[in-house]
């Protein structure tokens, strides 16, 4: 178990150096690459043995753990808040389509047209962005069909685009899948719990106990 313990000081305090006939002989970079390959093999080490790591990682693990839970909770606590910052977000980017340089239309590009929906409430937020055009009043991905329809005040009235909001289709999404989402993040957890309990174990497996060296 000595030996154990002194491979993952020499891992985790690495002192390579390519020797100088290396560079002078021309085979520097294959020099390197094998060092890149020791790294890797290190690395594989402290996570199997070194009991250090292995505690670091469980607490990492029971962090990130904790984290996930307590966001459900204030998820599920503070609907109200979320609801309000969300509306608020996608209203301030909105705000900026036809103005921020391209990335946040295609991001509300998507949105529009994977939810099929148009604008954050309904479709007549968008007309204030549209103000300069002479005929368009939505962004053409509001659009249920991409022949014939532009955006226009007779798409409007011809019907040929989503009427609904984003934000109520997004919180119809949720509510429609929060068992999956919920079922996935319960998954999550759960295979988190068996990797901190088997870390734990191994831990204490490769543990060694302080002993003078006299």
């Given at each position: 178990?000595?030996?154990?313990?002194?491979?993952?000081?020499?891992?985790?305090?690495?002192?390579?150096?390519?020797?100088?006939?290396?560079?002078?002989?021309?085979?520097?970079?294959?020099?390197?690459?094998?060092?890149?390959?020791?790294?890797?093999?290190?690395?594989?080490?402290?996570?199997?043995?070194?009991?250090?790591?292995?505690?670091?990682?469980?607490?990492?693990?029971?962090?990130?753990?904790?984290?996930?839970?307590?966001?459900?909770?204030?998820?599920?606590?503070?609907?109200?808040?979320?609801?309000?910052?969300?509306?608020?977000m996608m209203t301030e980017t909105q705000a900026e389509y036809t103005k921020s340089g391209g990335d946040k239309?295609?991001?509300?590009?998507?949105?529009?047209?994977?939810?099929?929906?148009?604008?954050?409430?309904?479709?007549?937020?968008?007309?204030?962005?549209?103000?300069?055009?002479?005929?368009?009043?939505?962004?053409?991905?509001?659009?249920?069909?991409?022949?014939?329809?532009?955006?226009?005040?007779?798409?409007?009235?011809?019907?040929?685009?989503?009427?609904?909001?984003?934000?109520?289709?997004?919180?119809?999404?949720?509510?429609d899948n929060v068992f999956i989402i919920g079922g996935v993040g319960i998954?999550?957890?759960?295979?988190?719990?068996?990797?901190?309990?088997?870390?734990?174990?191994?831990?204490?497996?490769?543990?060694?106990?302080?002993?003078?060296?006299?």
């Amino acid at each position: 178990m000595k030996a154990v313990m002194e491979d993952c000081r020499r891992i985790l305090n690495p002192r390579r150096v390519p020797p100088e006939n290396c560079v002078l002989n021309g085979s520097y970079e294959r020099t390197e690459f094998a060092l890149g390959v020791e790294d890797l093999k290190d690395k594989v080490k402290v996570v199997l043995i070194c009991p250090s790591a292995l505690f670091q990682y469980a607490v990492l693990l029971v962090i990130i753990f904790i984290l996930e839970i307590s966001a459900g909770i204030a998820g599920y606590v503070y609907h109200g808040e979320v609801e309000t910052e969300v509306k608020k977000m996608m209203t301030e980017t909105q705000a900026e389509y036809t103005k921020s340089g391209g990335d946040k239309a295609k991001v509300w590009d998507t949105i529009q047209k994977e939810f099929k929906c148009c604008g954050v409430s309904n479709y007549t937020e968008w007309k204030p962005q549209f103000e300069n055009s002479t005929t368009q009043v939505v962004p053409a991905s509001c659009c249920k069909s991409t022949s014939n329809c532009n955006g226009t005040e007779a798409d409007i009235n011809a019907d040929k685009i989503y009427k609904e909001g984003c934000l109520t289709k997004f919180e119809t999404f949720v509510k429609d899948n929060v068992f999956i989402i919920g079922g996935v993040g319960i998954g999550l957890a759960f295979v988190q719990v068996k990797m901190i309990s088997r870390k734990s174990i191994m831990g204490s497996l490769f543990s060694v106990e302080p002993n003078s060296e006299n």
